[in-house]
């Protein structure tokens, strides 16, 4: 089972995750990847937490992979 990405408690530097990248959010395809930075500052996200991967792709996050 895997966890939401719109609480950022959940997420932190080095998880790997999906998400959704900004030209890719009306298709809904995702990219995996592992988190470098979170930029979403508000403790909730109804679309998912804003990140940078560590490839400096940055979309908001849809799952986080267990296990990470």
Do not use: F
Not at 4 to 10: A, F, H, I, L, Y
């Amino acid at each position: 089972m895997s966890k939401s990405g719109q609480e950022r408690k959940n997420i932190h530097a080095g998880v790997e995750v999906d998400i959704v990248l900004k030209q890719d959010q009306r298709s809904g395809k995702t990219t995996r990847g592992v988190v470098k930075d979170i930029l979403t500052n508000s403790p909730k996200h109804p679309h998912g937490i804003k990140v940078r991967l560590q490839d400096g792709q940055v979309g908001r996050v849809k799952v986080i992979i267990e296990g990470s």
